[in-house]
């Protein structure tokens, strides 16, 4: 194979926490068993192709910034150069899987037909170097938003032509993953929103939304796939408001349109932080109705308010999100952590893919053994418990079996007054966190 990242001449080693190489890991250490899994099992990290192959630097200010060897030649030739650029990175790195959108691993052709052949020829080319390096598929997804024909959206596009196209494009993607083994594919709302409400029909674009995933979930059947259907929430950008917006209203939504078995949710920790949440808020949404598919491992900026799409460092949001998968039944089962996000502009070396890498698995692996040690030694979760203890009352399990009535609670309340608030102990909890955190 050749090699476009030579200075890496050996797989990325685990070297431990005293290490002082920053092209080596101090926290992954993919054969480590936490709780009765390897590190490597409870991550299943991923490389996204959009970003660490296609990525330039290019910004609202700039275009783009950096040429990478791989990015070279006719369309189809960079294609199949920044396939192989993909395995021997993912290779070289330790990481297991990769995700792609159609769009990035094959270029558009002038026609429908010929991006359907362009794709193809790229996949038969994946398959075999999947099969050659052991690099797996984690999902696929299709770009519906590049296009200027999706300005106006995809499965909630005005013009029924465009949904046409849009669902002939999932189709010829999720047939594409299915060829792959893709273990899931994403849906993410790219352009399904709306600038503005006095060109909208609202009502008719959520039944129209509806009918598009429906269309996929039938083919998904015909076809044979038996990956998982992941919905990936994002509240603004590129739309001023996105119809998923987050984990909740994705929930209801497809509760509301029959679709709720279909789906997981995928969720990013930037999208969070867009919606005003954090990143633990959506995954203990999501985790609470058994709905937590898969996670695009990223963070924002405090200081920007737009999706940054930056490596993730801060461990505090590592731990928080370790504790919420460790308590899912499987943790995240099919799914895994997707590095969606890029270097700097100004990380302009093919050398910061990797330091970028290292330094996101190695913020998660800490913030695993993190929560490992919080739950194993029930630091916050046994005040938890106690903060919530009345509920095993007679009275509270009358109620929670519905067996209580406005007549009976309201004779309860009479004979046994006022409720006492009990301090919910923040700042002392916050001292724990800390001890588990730096200790
Ligand atoms: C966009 C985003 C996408 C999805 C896949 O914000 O996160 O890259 O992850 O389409
Ligand atoms: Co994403």
Known sequence: ?????????????????????????????????????????????????????????????????????????????????????????????????????????????????????????????????????????????????????????????????????????????????????????????????????????????????????????????????????????????????????????VLSFLRAHGLFEHFKINIEANHATLAGHTFEHELTVAAAEGKLGSIDANQGDVLLGWDTDQFPSDLYATAAAMTVVLQQPGGIGSGGFNFDAKCRRGSNDALDLFYAHIGGMDAFARGLLVADKLIEEKALSAFVAERYASWKSPLGQEILAGKSSSDALEAWVLEHGEPTPKSGRQEMLEIVRNDYLLG
């Open 1 to 249: 194979m050749s090699t476009y990242f030579p200075q890496i001449s050996a797989p990325i080693a685990y070297e431990g926490p005293k290490s002082a190489n920053p092209l080596a890991f101090r926290w992954y250490d993919a054969n480590r068993v936490v709780r009765g899994k390897t590190m490597a099992e409870h991550f299943r990290f991923s490389v996204a192709f959009w970003h660490t192959f296609k990525g330039s630097g290019a910004d609202m200010f700039g275009p783009a910034a950096w040429t990478r060897e791989w990015n070279t030649g006719s369309p189809m030739q960079m294609a199949e150069q920044a396939l192989r650029a993909n395995f021997e990175f993912c290779q070289k790195l330790g990481a297991p899987y990769y995700c792609f959108h159609d769009r990035d691993i094959a270029p558009e052709g002038a026609t429908f037909a010929e991006s359907c052949k362009n794709l193809d020829a790229i996949v038969a080319q994946a398959k075999a170097l999947q099969q050659e390096t052991g690099v797996k598929l984690l999902w696929g997804t299709a770009n519906l938003f590049s296009n200027p024909r999706y300005t106006h959206g995809a499965g909630t596009n005005p013009d029924v032509h465009a949904f046409a196209y849009a669902a002939a494009q999932v189709k010829h993607a999720l047939e594409a993953t299915h060829e792959l083994g893709g273990q899931n594919y994403v849906f993410w709302g790219g352009r399904e929103g709306y600038e503005t409400l006095l060109n909208t029909d609202y009502k008719q674009e959520q039944e129209q939304f509806a009918r598009f995933l429906q269309l996929a979930v039938d083919h998904k059947k015909k076809i044979g796939f038996t990956g998982q259907f992941l919905i990936e929430p994002k509240p603004k950008e590129p739309t001023k408001h996105q119809y998923d917006f987050d984990t909740a209203t």
